[in-house]
């Protein structure tokens, strides 16, 4: 967990028994030439194995578990007419506050939440119908169709690394929600086996911004990593349509992109609530409107952790590119002020014209001083 | 016009003729020592006096001030009743974007607009019913209740200069409309003749936020100087509830306040605007709702002009001040960052635990190259 993934870089880091496999995989767009191409695992284990397994760590499971539905398996009426897909069984590793803002669109989407975290939220699950797990260990042996990574940026490569990739079934799709992307892409990509599906998204809305619903609310996603035989492609549109049914307004593109994008507009934004926040602003009896939006982002700002702020700007290459860029607009702008009262105090001296009004102490509206000596300086 | 202010900084400038006048005169708070209990000047002409002004200048008066009632005069039924109050004769000199915005709320509260313009807005008053006036000192022979300042900053200084003030009414009340006060007031204090009354006012929108109304936008006065005897009073009354009746949020507060709460608020705001204006934001297909806000609050920004950024720079003392406190909080946010950053190197050089993934191209996802000549720097 806590080696180097330089030591992987360029590395054909694959197990041998991975490319032993009869198995044909088509692999889409943004995947490195090493993992094009490779075989894919035997997919769906049978039914029985799976009841076995689930069985053999029943101190980890909460008793509410019962009532969540067990998966449907290839023999339901359902799979087999191909007609209307069975409901998703979605792991959802890391339950903060976004993981179960996004669980709660999944269920309304009609498919099975399970989770795990090391806090306890067995209450919180049992009160919304949702499996809940004190480890990954346990959850990982529930049959997912999707693991959803709901993390934060900073502990996601220890939780990706942690996870016990052999309990899983071989074509789990392995889903992240971070708000960068080229991260959790390539460390996808060095640390899952190769049958696993890969589809990075980034829901660019949060509990406060989609409390009334995820209508017209940009989602990002880059489909990494999906094979396009068996169900695996199926089942990852499946899962895309969750958002696409909340209403969300679907953008696919690859993370780098979205990663050049959100450095000059997420990033930026909450740079500037980071900033204002040290100003300790605060209201006045004469805001204008546009003062209450920068208060209102301050506060929204904020409201995340630094951690978070600090992830977008470790985790994304264009980050300190544009605060660089930020600084020199700052210093453009200061010149620009600066140059003006120059030149203001110039034709003061030169050509003794249009000085600014002195207030009864001799200083100037600007807070220079209008004594002699000082407009020699 | 040319000369400067701090010439008559502290000085009793009042021309002997004021002071000799019989008239009790009762100023309000803010006034300096030095216009304290000076005599007014005596009020209302007699109205054949006025007729003559008037028609001493045709050459400057537009045909269709021919269509803007003329003043009642003290005999007029409304005044001598003294229960409705005849309505105000208010002057506009400045009559650009805002004068003409703030003329519509005149003319909505059934009071006479008149406006003096060098540019020709002979069309626009025509069809709004405004008596226009290419030149101020015409517009000064009007038997003006206020004279209300529209000017930008920059040039609010030569226009007060310029202004005949020995062609007004001598109670006449002068008022500003700037989004800088002390500068007006001082400006006014020393400039203007003792009678007149003096409002400074900064309605707190322009066309843009106060385009469907101006309900509770705030509209900061502070009488600066009324007399209490004669009708300045009630006239400052009446004019201030112009904006009252308009719905205004009426804030009663000194020109030092408001200067104080706009830099760090106001003045604060057009700064971002500016700043973000450098960075060339563009829309981007994954806009989040706060950065849309920034969108918006540089496209308002720049839709002013610099010269007002640099008017609310140059004209308020405390504009300096939060301009460093502004550049000292983006330091610190970029300390904050670099700090965490250094934190994190540093572990992987000493301890040797958790570092970054890498690119192929062997660079950190901060852009910090991981090659072990670079972790050594």
Redesign the interface.
Known sequence: M?T???HF??LGYFPAAASSSGFTCFLRRDT?NFCAFVALRPIRPPAATVTAKASASPSTVEQHVQAVPSHSGDSSPASSAAAVPAPLRVGIVGFGNFGQFIAGGVQRQGHTVLAASRSDYSTYCAQHGIGFFRSVDALCEEQLDVLLICSSILST??VVRAIPFHRLRPDTIVADVLS?K??PR??LL?VLPPGFGIICT?P??GPE?GKHGWGKL?F?FDKVRVAEDGDQAAKCDQFLSIFEQEGCRM?E?SCAE?DR??A???F?????????S??N??S????????E??L??TK??VSDS?DLY?GL?????N???Q?D??????E???Q??SG??HE?IRKQIVER????????S??L???LS?SPAARLL
């Open positions: 806590a180097s993934l330089r870089a360029g490195p490569e220890g960068v080229e991260f390539n460390l060095e980034h660019m809305f911004s940009p990002v953008v593109m979205h994008y959100a000059g507009s997420q930026i934004t909450h740079t500037i609530g980071r900033v204002l040290q100003l602003l605060k006045t009896p004469i805001n204008t409107k546009g003062y939006t920068l209102q982002l929204n700002t630094f600090y700007f470790m985790y994304n290459i980050a300190t590119e605060l860029n930020l600084e020199m607009s700052f453009k702008v200061r620009m002020l003006r009262l203001f014209a249009a000085p600014v009004p002195a207030d009864p001799g200083k509206a600007n807070g209008s």
